[in-house]
Every structure is written in C-alpha cells, then in structure tokens.
C-alpha cells in the first residue's frame, strides 16, 4: 500500500501568478494555471512539477491519514480554512495565500518538485511536511524561503531526511 506524507501550511502567491489563478478560487487547485504565465511556461522545475503524476494531490483534498489536530503547535498555518470547508485547502485572493492540508504519496518527489517552483510562484511560504512512520516520534519539518527547504535544497539538520522530503 505505501505510506503517505503530509504536507500542509499558507503559500503566498506572486502577484503575476495570483492574477492567472482563477483556479485557485474552487475547492480544487489546478496547477496547470502556471502555464498561463509567461516567465513560467517553459520553466523546466514547473513544467517537471505539471508533468508529475501526483500533481493533482498537492494541496487538494484532505488527509485520511492525518489530522489537522495532531499538529497543536502549526495552527497558526492553517488559519484562514473555513471549518466547514468540504476540502481542506482556501484560497483567500485579496491576500493571495493559499491554505492547504494535504497528503499524498511521494513516490515521484511531488513534493520537492513542488517547493522546487515555490521561488518562482510565492513570495512566502510557510509549509509543514511529515512522512508517516514519523508521524509521533518527530515534529514534523518546517520550510520557509528562510530555514528548511529553499530552493530544492534538502535540510541538512533534518533527524529524517530522506523520508518525505
């Protein structure tokens, strides 16, 4: 069956990008909005990150596996879900940020090929990842464009690099 990763937090949005992303305003982000983006169209990180079989998992839906209340100390990332949302991801366009709570199988490095574009599409962003056999023995990884993964760097200091991320 394989184990999951959850990935959740806000990403804030370039203004170019934010105008393009009429998408984002449904409860399922489509990615392939990025394409409508000059300086981006031809990128290869994005066009490695629309091509990825498990696109449609990055931040869409929720999470069977996890809970957003495992996480006491990460709320403040996930301000901004309406509770009664039928997903687990908001899209707020007068901030441009993006909300989300979702797993996924990160057999083909959906992840890294996510926050490898995050650069190029947000000004900020402040994500969460944890693998699931770590899930009560860590806390799980932070990443920001100051600390943790920049750039499609992986954290040195990670206790469990290699799993998720």
């Known amino acids: 069956m394989g184990m999951y990763t959850c990935l959740f937090g806000k990403v804030t949005f370039k203004d170019d990008v934010a105008q393009k992303a009429n998408h984002l305003s449904t409860e399922f982000v489509i990615w392939q909005h990025l394409l409508n983006?000059?300086?981006?169209?031809?990128h290869p990180d994005v066009i490695a990150f629309l091509t990825d079989q498990r696109v449609f998992m990055v931040a869409n839906g929720a999470s069977a596996y996890f809970s957003a209340d495992?996480?006491?100390?990460?709320?403040?990332?996930?301000?901004?879900i309406p509770d009664d949302a039928e997903s687990a991801n908001h899209y707020q366009p007068n901030k441009r940020t993006l909300t989300f709570f979702c797993s996924l199988k990160n057999y083909t490095d959906s992840i890294e090929?996510?926050?490898?574009?995050?650069?190029?599409?947000?000004?900020?962003?402040?994500?969460?990842?944890?693998?699931?056999?770590?899930?009560?023995e860590?806390?799980?990884?932070?990443?920001?464009?100051r600390d943790g993964l920049v750039h499609g760097e992986r954290n040195s200091e990670s206790p469990y690099g290699g799993y998720g991320f």
């Open 37 to 42: 983006t000059r300086r981006l169209k031809k």
């Open 70 to 80: 495992e996480y006491p100390d990460q709320q403040h990332v996930l301000e901004g």
């Open 113 to 136: 090929k996510f926050t490898r574009i995050l650069p190029l599409i947000a000004d900020d962003w402040d994500l969460y990842s944890q693998y699931e056999e770590m899930q009560h």
């Open 138 to 145: 860590y806390a799980p990884d932070h990443h920001t464009p």
